[in-house]
């Protein structure tokens, strides 16, 4: 997996570093239209992947959204506001660079993205 540019960020850009996420923090909140988060994926061979897609509710209720790659939409959901928990996709990512975009989609927007993860 590998980004499509490669991004410098001084020290002094980065956010805190959210309790219990892993890395930099996250992002969140795809209430607004258009709001959405992108990422490059990239992969050797054209074929069926598993992403893991670890989040949380923005609020006490549920949060719920899309992941959007190649056409292909896929429903995802997290119950919990205090608790990061794994959503798995099964998805068809072409051989190069795939863009993977999570968004509000038909759900309401109301969670956060701490990472994915290709197995």
Do not use: H
Request: proline fraction near 3%.
């Amino acid at each position: 997996m590998s980004c499509k540019n490669d991004w410098t960020i001084d020290d002094a850009d980065l956010p805190p570093i959210a309790e219990n996420s892993d890395g930099f923090g996250y992002v969140g909140n795809f209430t607004g239209e258009g709001a959405s988060v992108l990422f490059a994926v990239e992969v050797p061979v054209t074929g069926d992947y598993t992403v893991i897609v670890r989040g949380r509710a923005s609020s006490d209720i549920p949060g719920a959204g899309v992941f959007k790659v190649n056409g292909d939409e896929k429903q995802i959901s997290f119950d919990e506001q205090y608790v990061w928990k794994d959503q798995t996709v099964t998805v068809r990512l072409n051989q190069g660079v795939n863009d993977v975009d999570i968004c509000k989609g038909s759900g309401n927007g109301m969670f956060f993205i701490d990472y994915i993860e290709l197995k």
